[in-house]
């Protein structure tokens, strides 16, 4: 089998196919799963507070004439507390440690909140963030 590992700014994969930070990237067992079946890396679905849940919404993208060419995704943040997403996102980097975890993270504007959430999440091994600002 080709050899399709890849780093991306330091950051090392077993393949190029990754999960987007959205619902299939929302908790231990679903980026677990993924990992199973091959997908080599995963950007976790965006932590934050306040925890918002929301029905997750979709809306469709049409293409001269041509109904539903793509879904756009129309969610907040992870419903679940930003303390059980660390510690799934840390089991996840012990079980799969050749893989990429990227984390998705969103606090409010203030520097002592992007302090704390990224030392937080950086003691959980991820390999890189994605900041939402």
């Known amino acids: 089998m080709a ?3 890849i ?9 190029p196919f990754w999960l987007a930070s959205a619902p299939p990237a929302n ?3 679903q980026v677990q ?6 997908w080599g890396g995963a950007v976790w679905k965006t932590i934050g507070a ?7 919404r979709y809306g469709t993208i049409d293409y001269k004439g041509t109904k ?16 059980t997403n660390l510690k799934e996102i840390a089991e996840v980097k012990r079980n799969f440690p050749n893989h990429a975890v990227i984390v998705s993270v969103m606090v409010e504007s203030e520097k002592k909140a992007w302090q704390e959430i990224v ?5 959980t091994g991820a390999d890189g963030f994605e900041l939402n600002f």
């Open 3 to 5: 050899n399709l590992e």
């Open 7 to 15: 780093d991306f700014a330091g950051i090392k994969s077993p393949n």
């Open 27 to 29: 908790s231990a067992y």
């Open 33 to 38: 799963k993924a990992f199973e079946q091959g």
């Open 50 to 56: 306040p925890v918002l849940n929301v029905c997750n």
């Open 68 to 83: 539903i060419v793509g879904l756009n995704n129309i969610e907040l943040i992870s419903d679940r507390s930003i303390e």
């Open 119 to 123: 030392k937080r999440t950086e003691d």
